[in-house]
């Protein structure tokens, strides 16, 4: 089994090994509710998103997504296991639209 890591989709017998990535809108204008989710069978760890031109006026846990330039570092590298979420609050005029740049996938 080939699995590119590089790729934003990966389908393995069509399996979807991604990050998924769910925002909404909160009650309070400007502010975003994001889930990061692995929703594959695999671990996943080392992931990063694209985030250039991301900001906050409210403070977000970096074990949670730490920018860094235009990279944010998901779950401070570590892995999330099928099932695994992860829950932040952004605030901004607008909805950021968070692209999964890389990660590593690792299937027993």
Known sequence: MVINIL?????????DFN?????EQTAAPGEW???LENTSPCVILN???DCK???SHREIDPKV?????????VNDGQRMNPSDSLHFIYAWET???FKLLNQSIACS
């Open 65 to 73: 997504i730490l920018k860094q330039g235009d990279v944010c570092i």
């Open 7 to 15: 790729c934003n989709r990966i389908d393995v017998y069509g399996q």
């Open 95 to 97: 909805q950021f639209a």
């Open 19 to 23: 990050l998924s990535i769910r925002q």
């Open 33 to 35: 509710d994001v889930t």
């Open 47 to 49: 992931a990063y998103l």
């Open 53 to 55: 031109g991301f900001q």
